[in-house]
């Protein structure tokens, strides 16, 4: 199903996951994974592209898995920085092929050995969007509360991503955030400046204290101070933390539904659990308000 047309009807709760790196038994125990998610109702999974390229593959191997097995919409990224115009028509074709409908369309994040020849082909998620036109997937793309961090400032950003919508994006999904408002100042701005797509806010819950610098590093996204306190102080205890990070993601979504967000996108990284644990907490504000 085309995911334009679902938030057309509803809000949505989607689960995002990565193709691993490892063999045939870790993509089993991805495809249970996935099992179990489906059990939680999801309206979309969308499924990671590498910004190396290297396992494009694997991904449209596990968007066949999402929308023919398990039955459910795949969402497949595509990220144009490591691609060619070939390596593109490869990956559409076989996710057309295999009956996927939706597309996010990415650059992808640079390597850390970033060269010239990342980005020749598609330098934007824009050049990439225009590529896939003809392939007529319903296209999303990202954006970012916070700013992306090689931007100037958040109102360049912005300015970019209606070019992402004029480019064919239908829907946009967030990166991850841990205060709202940064969401709430995004939607209000990019409002301001003509987007009217839908915007899904991106949660990641927190629940290993090691992520704390490398979601800094990663993304930029900032975790507000009551917070880290309470992560800081129970870092040593990983059922408290496990605790402290569901429950705050739950506040968050919470707050985010309240005030109107069209859909829940959780970043859960392979990890069926942690969708669980989250949709138990909301189990009848699912059922009621999705
Ligand atoms: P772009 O839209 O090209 O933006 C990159 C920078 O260029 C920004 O600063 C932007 O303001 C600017 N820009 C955008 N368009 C233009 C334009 N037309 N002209 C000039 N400047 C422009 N990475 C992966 O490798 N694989 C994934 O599967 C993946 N999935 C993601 C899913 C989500 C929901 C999000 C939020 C991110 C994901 N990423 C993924 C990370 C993403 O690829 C990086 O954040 C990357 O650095 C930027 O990708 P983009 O598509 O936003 O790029």
């Not at 597309?103 to 050049?127: K, M, S, W």
């Amino acid at each position: 199903m085309r995911i334009d047309e679902i938030l057309a009807r509803k809000r949505t709760l989607s689960f995002e996951v990565f193709p691993p790196k490892k063999g045939a038994e870790e993509r089993d125990k991805l495809f249970a994974a996935i099992d179990e998610l489906k059990e939680l109702s999801p309206d979309f999974i969308s499924v990671t592209y590498g910004a190396g390229g290297s396992d494009s593959k694997n991904s449209v191997g596990i968007a066949d898995y999402i929308q023919n097995r398990a039955g459910l919409t795949a969402l497949a990224h595509i990220t144009g920085g490591p691609s060619s115009p070939e390596d593109v028509d490869a990956v559409a074709s076989a996710l057309r092929d295999k009956g996927v409908e939706n597309v996010l369309c990415l650059r992808g994040d640079r390597p850390a050995n970033y060269e010239a020849e990342y980005c020749r082909y598609f330098p934007h998620a824009t050049d990439l969007a225009a590529y896939l036109a003809p392939y007529r997937f319903t296209l999303g793309a990202a954006c970012y509360p916070e700013g992306h961090m090689e931007c100037e400032s958040l109102y360049a950003d912005l300015v970019n991503m209606k070019k992402k919508e004029d480019a064919g994006a239908k829907f946009f999904i967030t990166q991850l955030f841990y205060d709202n408002s940064y969401y709430y100042r995004l939607v209000n701005e990019a409002r301001r400046i003509g987007v009217t797509a839908p915007i899904i806010p991106g949660i990641m819950p927190l629940v290993n204290p090691k992520n704390i610098r490398r979601i800094k590093e990663m993304c930029g996204s900032a975790i507000p101070l009551e917070f880290r306190n309470m992560i800081e102080i129970y870092a040593s205890r990983p059922a408290v933390m496990e605790e402290i990070g569901y429950n705050y993601a739950v506040y968050q979504i919470m707050d985010l539904i309240a005030k109107g967000a069209p859909g829940i996108h959780l970043y859960v990284m392979n990890n069926a659990r942690t969708a669980k644990a989250i949709c138990a907490r909301l189990e009848r504000v699912l059922r009621e308000l999705f």
